[in-house]
T-cell receptor, first 114, second 114 residues
Framework: GENVEQHPSTLSVQEGDSAVIKCTYS??????FPWYKQELGKRPQLIID?????GEKKDQRIAVTLNKTAKHFSLHITETQPEDSAVYFC?????????????FGRGTSLIVHP | DTGVSQNPRHKITKRGQNVTFRCDPI?????LYWYRQTLGQGPEFLTY????????KSRLLSDRFSAERPKGSFSTLEIQRTEQGDSAMYLC????????????FGEGSRLTVL
């Protein structure tokens, strides 16, 4: 099955700095890579995603890059704000026998200091 | 439609008891997932339904775990003979095949086994 590694586990930045979270995956057949944000005590929510036919996608202060050859993808947050503080999860969706199964990384706790 | 709902939100039980969690997905969503999340970890995949068919169940943690989705709508996750190691948040998510792949999570059912 798919295996997703995520680093770092904790990331502390000053407001206005950039933050980068990196993930690697093992299944070369995976073709969908979403990122979820989970605030304390709340459910995970999608913030951005990318498919394997695209190398980069941006949405305002958030961008995701994908390197299929190396099997890694990254989340970039620019001009961080205190409300960006949360746990971020990457995921890779593998497809097998008609099943679409997202496998999650262990999460990165982002702390943005005012 | 208010999104994915899960019941109960909290369950405290004694070791050896059986527990059942219910998930009501977004009404038009045909894919339904169960994940387990422990403190400081990412969601861990348990099982997956497309309509009423359980397409992947090999990652259910043991034969004490079972899930159903009898009419392709709501789903239940049952844990028999609970153990202290079963204490976790059980998350349900749904999605619609043929769309972006985004998972919509419920708020989770927190299980505490004494």
């Amino acid at each position: 099955g798919e295996n997703v590694e995520q680093h770092p586990s904790t990331l502390s930045v000053q407001e206005g700095d950039s933050a980068v979270i990196k993930c690697t995956y093992s299944d070369s057949a995976s073709n969908y890579f979403p990122w979820y944000k989970q605030e304390l005590g709340k459910r995970p929510q999608l913030i951005i995603d990318i498919r394997s036919n695209v190398g980069e996608k941006k949405d305002q202060r958030i961008a995701v890059t994908l390197n299929k050859t190396a099997k890694h993808f990254s989340l970039h947050i620019t001009e961080t704000q205190p409300e960006d503080s949360a746990v971020y999860f990457c995921a890779a969706e593998s497809v097998s026998g008609g099943s679409y199964i997202p496998t999650f990384g262990r999460g990165t706790s982002l702390i943005v200091h005012p | 439609d208010t999104g994915v709902s899960q019941n109960p939100r909290h369950k405290i039980t004694k070791r050896g008891q059986n527990v059942t969690f219910r998930c009501d997905p977004i009404s038009e969503h045909n894919r339904l997932y169960w994940y387990r999340q422990t403190l400081g970890q990412g969601p861990e995949f348990l099982t997956y339904f497309q309509n009423e068919a359980q397409l992947e169940k090999s990652r259910l943690l043991s034969d004490r775990f079972s899930a159903e989705r009898p009419k392709g709508s709501f789903s239940t996750l049952e844990i028999q003979r609970t153990e202290q190691g079963d204490s976790a948040m059980y998350l349900c998510a749904s999605s619609l095949a043929g769309t972006t792949g985004e998972l919509f999570f419920g708020e989770g059912s927190r299980l505490t086994v004494l």
